[in-house]
Structures are given as C-alpha cells and as structure tokens.
C-alpha cells in the first residue's frame, strides 16, 4: 500500500515523487479527465526527464503544456510531496470550519501566514489511518479543499481557487501507521496528539448520529419522491380525465342531437306511416269500389253482349227474310240506324268499361308498389330507430360512467389538494435535509475514507488468515505425514521389541547360572529404562490406535451408506433405474459437482508442488519448463472447473426436460473423470512432470464445452458468481503469461533490452502487472457476506457486459497462445543451437513463427497490445462502474426450485397416486360390475326398441306409399285440371277472337245492309211513280200504303214499327244459344278470376 506524503499539500506546482518508479516532477493539472470520466480526480505531472506518455494532451484533449514525452497522469496515492509550492492567499477549509475546539485551539497557536507544513497539521481527521505494524505517521491532506459558507461580510470578497475542481472523489487508501514519538515531526506535542485522537473520536460520534439522521433523511426522501411521483400521477389523471369528460360531454351533445334528430325523424315516421295508412285505405276503399264497379260494368258487357248475339240474330234472321222475301220482310231506315246508334253506344260504352278497367289496374299496380316502397322504408327506418335506441342506451351508460368519473375526479381533486399541502411540508422539510445533506456530504468523505482504510486494513487482514490458514494446513498435512510415519515406527518398534523379548528371555536362560546379585542388577536395570520409552510408544501407540479406529469407522459409515443407498435402489422402480432415467439425473449432478471438485483440488496441489505463486529467480532450464506446464495444467484445470460450476449452477435453475436430457449423456461424461484420477495418482506417486501428456484432459474440456454451448448457454447465470469466475480464469492466465515472459526474458542476450522484443516483453510483464491490480480492485469491490461494510449483496449486469467480458477473455487467451508457442519455438532454438541466449533475430522470428497461427496476418507486436489493452480497458470499465454502483442490486435473487426437486415431487406424487389408484381400481371394478348389469337391462330394452322401431318403420313405409300415391294422383289431376284450364284459356281466346271477327263482319254487313236499303228506297221511289219493276205484279193496296209510309217516314225522319214475325224454331235455337253463351261467359270470368 502506497502511503501519502507528510504535512505537504498537493497543490499545481509542487515537487512530487512517483512512488515505485523513482520518478520525480512538478505538478500541473488536478482534476477529472475526459478518458477516465468517472473514475474521481486525476494528476498531471511534468516530469523531469523524458520518461513520460504523453505531452499534457490525453485523446485529443489538452489539459497542460509540457516536452513530448515529459507528461502523465497519476492517482493521488501514487505520488509524494516533496517540496510544497508557493500557497495562493490563505482560505478556510471545509476541514477547519468543521474542526473541533481542540483543534480549532491548536491552529490558533499557528500564525496565520504559516507554512504550508504548519497548515497541513491541521486538517481533517480522515487522514489519520489507523496504526499498523511497519509504516510511519502519515498526516495526508484530503484530495480537494471546499471552500466554506462564506459568512455575510465576506460574499463580496470570495478567495480564488487555484484550481478549479469538481465533485471530490475518496482518495485511494493510505497505509496505516503506528503512533511512536520518534517519528513524530518537530513542532507537535503530545497533547495535540491526545487533543487529536479526542476530536477523532468526537467526530466518529459526530459520523454516527448523522449517519443515523442521514439513513432517516434517506427514507423520508424516498417517501418524498413516491408522494411527488403520485402527485404528478393524479394531476396526468386529473387532466386525462377532464380531457375525457370534455370529448364524453362533446359526444353526449353529439347523440342528444342524434337522438332529437331522430325523434323529429321519428315523429314525421309516423305522420307519413298514418298518411300512407289513410291513403292505402281510401286505395283500398277505391280498390273495392273498382272491382265493384268492373263487376257491374262486366255485367253490363254481359248484357250488351247479349243484346249484341241478339241483335246479331236479328239481323241475320233480317237477312234471311231479305233474301227469301226481297225489300218487303226489310226493316225501316229507322230500325236500322236504332240499331246502328245502340251498335255505337254498346262500343262506346265498351270502350269506356275497358279503358276504366286499365285505368284502374294502373292506379293498382301504382298502389301495390307504392306500398312495397313504403314498407321498405318503414323496415330501414325501424332498424334505424333500433340502432338509435341502442346508441341511446350505450350513450347514459357512458353517461352513468362519466358521472360516476366526475365524482372520482373530484375526490382527486380533494385528494391532490391535500397532496400539494403535504407536499408543501415536504418541500419545506427537503429545504432543512438539503442544509443536513450539505453538512453530511462533506462528512461523507471522510466517512468513505475511513471506509476505504477499513475496507484495505479488512483486505489484508483476511490475506494474512488465508495465508496463515494454508501454512496451518500444510502443518497439518506434514503432521499427518508425520503421524502415518510414527505409526509405521511403532509397527517396526513393536517387532523389535518381540524380538528383543525374545532375546532376553534368551539371554535369561544363558545368565541363570550367574549369581542372584547381578541377576537383580541386571533385572533394575531393565526395569529402570524401558518405562520412558514404553510410555512414548504407548503414546504413539494409542493415537494410531485412535486414528485406525476413526479410519475403521469411517469405512463402516461408507459401506453402511453404500447398503442404505443400494437397499433405497431395490425399493425404487425399473424406471428409476434404467438407462437415461432419474438414477442417470442424479448421477450426472454428482459426476459434476464431484469432477469440479477434484479439478480445484488437483490445482491447487501443483500450485503447491510447483511453487506458482512465488516468483522465481532463475526461470531456464527444466525449472522453467515445469513452470510452464504447471501454469498451463492449473489453467486448464481452472477451465474445468469453472466450466463445470457454471454446469451445476445451470443443472440448479433449468426445466425438468433439459435436466433429463443432460441425464441421458451421463455414461458420456463419466470417462473424463478418470482423466483426473490419474492425475491425482501421478500427484500421489511424485511423478506429475512436464512429461506427463495433458492431451486427454484438453479433450475433456472441449467435450464439456461443446455441451454446454448447446444445451445450456441460454440459461440465466449469477452475475457475481460470473464475474467471480472470470477473475478465477483471468488470473489463471495472467500467471501462465508472466511465468512464459520471464522464461522468454531470461533466454534473451545481453544488451537486448532496447530491442522490439524486450520492448514487447516489458510491456506484457507490465500490463499483467496492471491487470493483477485490476483484478484485486475488482475483488475488493465485489459484494461480501461477511463484510461490515455496508453494502449491496450481488451484482446485476446486461448481456453487453457478458460479451466484453467473454471477449476480454478471448484476448487473454490469444496472449497466452502466442507466448506458449514463443516458448516452444525458442525451446527448439536452444535445442539446434545447444546455446542459452538467444539472439534478435532468432527470436524474432520464433515470434513470427508463434503468432501465425495466433493472429494470422495481423503485426504481432500490435495485435498482442491491442490484446491486453482491451483487457485493461473492459477491467477499468468494470472497475469504474462498480465504484459507482451501477451493477449493485439490492433485489433479492428469484427463487428458482431445482429440477431433480421437481422431479423428486412428481415421482413421489406418482408413486403416492399408485397407491390410491389400488382402491380405485377395486371401485371401478364393482361399478363395471353394476354397469354390466345395467348394460344387459339396456340392451334387452333396445332390442324390444328396436322390434318396436321395424314395426314403425314399416308402417311409416306404407303410410309413406299410400302418400306417394295419394300424391302423385292428386298431381295428376292437378296436371290435368291445368290442362283443362289451359285448354278452357284457349277456348276463351277463341271465343274472344270469333265474337271479334263476328263484331267485323256485323260491321261490314251493316254497311251493306245500308247500300241495300239505300238502293231499296230508290226502288220504292221508283215504283211509288209508276215505274214497276219487272219482275213484280201489281201492289196490293197495303203495300203501297206500306211504301207510302216508309216513304212518309223517310221523308219525316220519324220511326215506324216495323212488324217482324219470327219463327218458334229459331227464337228456341236463339235462346239456347244465348243461355250458351252466358255459362262460356261465366266460366271465362271464372278462369280470369282464378288467374288473378
């Protein structure tokens, strides 16, 4: 741990020393930097030689002037004050105005324009660490001094800053010191050291109270924002709901309007409906009225059109006693145009009825769709007045809504009022904890401080158990060692003293003869010796007494468990047992947890035998070579176990299917144990070296990672157990690195420093360096249970930071790829060349031989910087984000059951389901039994059923025949009453067209009938003057009386009776055939009405 220098202030301008690199220069910068933004304060020093990095510009910014070469920048714990520079005008510090009295009456013994060296006595307790073994008293300053609240009298003159710095960031720990009057510096007494250590304790005093206040500060903060937070929920929703009463308020206006519309709509409906309803009555009425009036009028016709075939008859009966009897059987002139003016008023007549009888089927056909159209209407405007009356009902639903919205809006309301007055309190109360927090801020970094020289103390603390607990196992291993040795010693003393005792029994039996003095003698001195050491060996002898009984017992818990586990297995199913079952699930867990195990166990053992974390001094020959292979076994062995850790983490959160799946690769898995049980054995014999061939247990890594990638790198990992596993691995790689660099530097020759090669060979010494130092910040960093310090119980991070991670890691290994395959070619070098050094170009091009097939095309030198710069870069990252706390989580860990729990539960429930399925099982058998019974009733009954069913269906088969020919003889009279109706229409037709054509011909003999009695007229005339037809005789005096009269009438244009006398044969036939005619006329009407 770097110490911070004494009494000096770090200040732009004073003289520094870079501690470990014996660097000296002058500071110029102080403060944050742009290519480490969150990583605190940085210093810029300008060098005194050209040893530096850069000039003063980092990443294109600029943030001092100095020579190339001459500039860097440096932490604050990594420099010491040397020589002070020349102080600004003297301000008061945070640090005084929060010292205590005792400390206040301490500087007041100083001048005020003292010496930097007397100013930098008085600072802040969090500089004085607590005192460890080895390191002086060190009374660092703090790392930026914050101006005090200037009083009133002092705001218009503010004292300048000399540098201008940002937030302050903990300074890095310091090294405690012990306190010893011989290292104390001139000028401080004893009793300020005791005032000190007083205001010390007055100021933890001070640090606890307000670290109480502040954790009560920090709750009623965090109950501050939640009432901000729903206070700005309930003014979103206060809004949101006015905005949604408005649009409801405009919607409701909206469907009011509606529904007025449609009532208006509704009402003039029904006006029209009781309009329409009027007209189709007074339709219906005219309709009725029509049909009455056709009816009268066809009787009429009827009638006309008898008077028509009677007048018909008539005149051709006229013809008939024309042509017998000539002009004097003639009707009159008169009698003829009678006829001729009812023959006009009879078409008139006629052609008025049809014209009516049109007209009125017009006006019919008008009215029918005329009322299609008003129902069509009547039915849109009913689905419109349903549709209506639903948006109606949707509309004061939404009504009762929005009500019922408004009266929880105004509970907001009330609610958000007396929000805003707690918020007001809160406000006030936030403005009293902001002065608290301004107070507590500063007294934070103190506190941080302190925290971080615990944290560091804490740190070393536990190294120095960790390492006195391995040297305490190494004790107990070489005790062991040394008990089995003890025990084979008192094996082989226990036979020396048989045959001893064998011997002096001999021995006994030759002295017998002697005397009975020196057989006493000899007898004590036997029995004086041997108690002491009977009494050691019976010592050794009950300890190896004690342990072969433990060791028996131990055996007899083994086997009495083996037999638990075997008789466990008789009572287990086949299922259980068999190939890719459970008894494979269970065995895989095992397998990992236990190949992982031995994999940590074997590691360690060759750290041990080979000595890996101590740095040798010569690092050629065979020592370099088992080197190398020991750091390249731990490597791999480290893979192993890290790979099979994330197996057993995965085995622990995935489903029950892919925990069943990996079961069946159990009999895969099991060979690659023997792969480090025969490792263990080459341990256990001394015989591990750099001969012994690794090749299987490559193989054994990649089975395992080819498994893994296919099964299980989908599933969710720990965070913390993550990144504890790339640090484990990272470090693994860094060691084999260092170890293969050093062996690469001692085979370089003298005077090659300058060289690519060392130049190369320095920076990867100095980036693993780096990196190692990355690695315990990260350590230190990371979430403890058993720490005191307060702080976040594991880490949560994105996928991004898994890939840099991964990728980092990728990197490393190419580095370690490239320097084991410079190893390898400079080994081979040696071997042709039967030399130690190697020179430039030789090792140049073993460089170049190694990274082909590590980068390819890439310059080596490059892509080997590039490497372990992007390394440095993602743990700089990762150590910046965890000093901010941004991958802290306090969520608790989900709570995941493990499969093979599962798995146990679904195999119990099973096994506790067979039993109950048992008496099941006999209750489903006395039910089948009832049911059978039930069956037989049943069919007994269906088959009564189904005779029941043929007989009806044979009945509903005849019934359907005698339908079918009920049917088809109705059809057939209905087919022939449609033919007869057919033929009837016809005969109608024809009837109709001979009475027009009998019409024609009446007409045309009419008209002939006129020139006839036209010329019969001038006959009479002619014979009325004297002039007698040839052919006639001489005229009875009634006959002329008859010319004179029809000339008399001619001539007067009255009518005269005309006495015609019929026959009784013809009026009979005429009457037939009028009655004739009247039932064709009726049974016409009959087929028409039909029709219609």
């Known amino acids: 741990m770097i110490k911070m220098a004494e009494n000096l202030p770090i200040k732009v301008g004073a003289k520094v020393e870079i501690v470990g690199k014996g660097l000296t220069g002058v500071i110029s910068y102080i403060g944050t930097t742009m290519f480490a933004r969150n990583s605190g304060k940085w210093i810029g020093v300008t060098l005194d030689g050209a040893l530096g990095k850069n000039d003063g510009e980092v990443q294109g910014k600029r943030y001092f002037t100095c020579d190339p070469s001459c500039g860097v920048f440096v932490r604050q714990g990594q420099i010491q004050v040397l020589q002070a520079a020349t102080p600004p005008v003297a301000k008061k510090t945070v640090g005084e105005s929060m010292l205590p009295t005792s400390l206040k009456r301490v500087s007041q013994r100083e001048p005020r324009s003292s010496s930097p060296s007397r100013q930098s006595r008085l600072q802040t307790p969090s500089s004085l660490a607590q005192p460890r073994a080895g390191s002086r008293l060190s009374f660092a300053p703090k790392q930026e001094q914050l101006p005090e609240t200037p009083k009133p009298a002092q705001i218009s003159k503010p004292a300048p800053e000399p540098v201008p710095v940002r937030e302050p960031s903990p300074p890095p720990p310091t090294t405690p010191a ?30 606890e109270t307000i670290r109480i206040k502040r954790q009560e500060d920090r709750g009623k903060l965090k109950e501050y924002e939640k009432i901000r937070i729903q206070f700005q929920q309930l003014t979103d929703v206060k809004t949101r709901m006015s905005d949604q009463i408005q649009d409801q308020a405009k919607q409701i206006r909206e469907i009011k309007k509606e529904l007025q519309e449609t009532v208006e709509d509704k009402a003039r409906y029904v006006d029209e409906m009781s309009d329409v309803h009027e007209t189709v009555e007074m339709a219906t009425l005219d309709k009725e009225m029509a049909e009455e009036k056709v009816e009268s009028m066809q009787r009429e016709i009827e009638a006309l059109t008898d008077k028509v075939e009677e007048l018909q008859t008539d005149l051709e009966i006229m013809k008939a006693e024309i042509e017998e009897s000539g002009t004097d059987g003639a009707a009159s002139t008169y009698q003829v145009k009678q006829m001729e003016e009812q023959n006009n008023k009879l078409k008139e007549a006629l052609v008025r009825m049809r014209d009516l009888s049109t007209a009125e089927k017009a006006e019919y056909h008008n009215l029918e769709k005329q009322m299609e159209k008003k129902n069509k209407e009547l039915k849109e405007i009913t689905q419109k007045k349903d549709k209506l009356a639903a948006a109606l009902e949707v509309a004061e639903s939404t009504v009762d809504e929005l009500k019922e919205q408004v009266d929880i809006a105004q509970g907001a309301e009330e609610m958000v009022e007396t929000l805003t007055e707690k918020n007001l309190e809160q406000e006030e109360k936030i403005a009293d904890m902001l002065e608290q927090i301004h107070d507590l801020e500063l007294i934070n970094e103190m506190n941080e401080e302190l925290q971080e020289n615990a944290r560091d103390l804490e740190l070393e603390l536990r190294e120095e158990s960790d390492m006195m607990r391995s040297k305490v196992r190494e004790i107990e291993r070489k005790l062991l060692a040394s008990s089995d040795v003890v025990g084979d010693y008192q094996d082989t003393i226990q036979k020396f003293r048989k045959l001893v005792q064998e011997l002096q029994d001999a021995n006994h039996e030759l002295r017998s003869s002697q005397s009975e003095q020196e057989e006493r003698s000899d007898a004590e001195s036997q029995s004086s010796q041997p108690p ?56 895989v867990l095992l397998l990992v947890e236990r190949i992982s195990c031995k994999a940590h166990i074997i590691a360690e053992l060759i750290t041990e035998k080979f000595e890996l974390n101590s740095t040798p001094s010569d690092v050629g020959g065979t020592l370099g070579e088992q080197l190398t292979f020991a750091s390249s076994a731990v490597l791999h062995l480290t893979q192993l176990q890290i790979l099979l850790d994330k197996y057993n983490e995965a085995l622990g959160i995935c489903s029950v299917e892919l925990f069943q799946k990996v079961g069946t690769l159990y009999h895969e ?32 890594i990649q089975f395992f990672q080819h498994l893994f990638n296919v099964h299980m790198k989908s599933e969710a990992f720990d965070c913390t157990t993550l990144l504890q596993q790339h640090l484990t691995q990272t470090q693994a790689s860094i060691s084999a690195v260092s170890i293969n660099t050093n062996r690469i530097k001692s085979l370089l020759q003298v005077g090659q420093e300058t060289s690519d090669v060392a130049i190369l060979l320095k920076d990867l010494g100095t980036s693993c360096d780096d990196i190692r130092q990355f690695c315990k910040k990260i350590r230190h960093r990371m979430p403890q249970s058993s720490s005191s310090i307060n702080v976040s119980t594991r880490l949560d991070f994105d996928d991004s930071v898994k890939s840099r991670l991964s990728e980092s890691l990728t990197n490393i290994s190419q580095v370690y790829e490239l320097t084991k395959k410079w190893v390898m070619e400079c080994g081979k070098l040696n071997r042709i060349n039967d030399t130690s050094p190697i020179a430039t170009p030789a090792m140049q091009g073993a460089l170049d031989k190694a990274a082909l097939t590590v980068y390819e095309d890439q310059p080596v030198y490059e892509a080997a910087r590039l490497s372990l710069g992007n390394v440095m870069a993602t743990m700089n990252a990762m150590v910046t984000a965890m000093q901010e706390g941004e991958y802290d989580s306090t969520n608790p860990p989900a709570k995941v059951v493990p499969p093979v729990e599962k798995r146990a539960e679904v195999v119990k429930s099973d096994m506790m389901d067979s039993n109950g399925l048992v008496k099941q099982i006999e209750d489903k058998d006395i039910l089948i039994a009832d049911l059978r019974k039930a069956v037989r009733v049943k069919t007994e009954d269906m088959s009564e059923a189904k005779i029941r069913i043929g007989i009806l269906e044979r009945k509903l088969e005849k019934a359907g025949k005698e339908g079918n020919d009920k049917a088809s003889l109705i059809q057939l009279k209905l087919d022939s009453l449609t033919e007869d109706m057919k033929k009837k229409e016809k005969e109608y037709d024809e009837t109709l067209d001979a009475l027009q054509n009998d019409i024609d011909t009446l007409e045309r003999e009419k008209t002939e009938l006129k020139a006839r009695l036209a010329s019969q007229a001038k006959k009479s005339v002619f014979s009325d003057l004297g002039m007698k037809p040839i052919g006639l005789g001489a005229a009875s005096p009634g006959t002329s009386s008859g010319v004179a009269s029809i000339l008399a009438a001619a001539s007067t244009g009255s009518p005269a009776p005309a006495a015609v006398h019929d026959s009784p044969m013809l009026t009979q036939q005429i009457h037939a055939l009028q009655i004739a005619l009247r039932a064709k006329n009726s049974e016409c009407s009959r087929l028409m009405g039909r029709k219609i």
């Open 178 to 207: 012990p306190f010893s009057s011989s290292n104390f510096v001139p000028g401080i007494s004893m009793m300020e050291i005791d005032s000190l250590k007083a205001s010390v304790k007055e100021w933890k005093e001070k640090y």
């Open 532 to 587: 002491s050491f009977n009494y050691q060996i019976k010592m050794v002898e009950t300890k190896a007494a004690a342990r072969s009984i433990d060791h028996e017992l131990r055996k007899l818990d083994v086997s009495q468990a083996t037999n638990h586990a075997k008789l466990l297995l008789m009572y287990m199913p086949d299922m259980f047992n068999r190939r890719a079952g459970d008894n494979d699930c269970v065995q």
């Open 669 to 700: 898995m099991a060979p690659h144990e023997r792969i480090l049980d025969h490792l263990a054995d080459l341990l256990r014999k001394d015989t591990l070296d750099e001969s012994t061939n690794m090749e299987p247990l490559f193989k054994a």
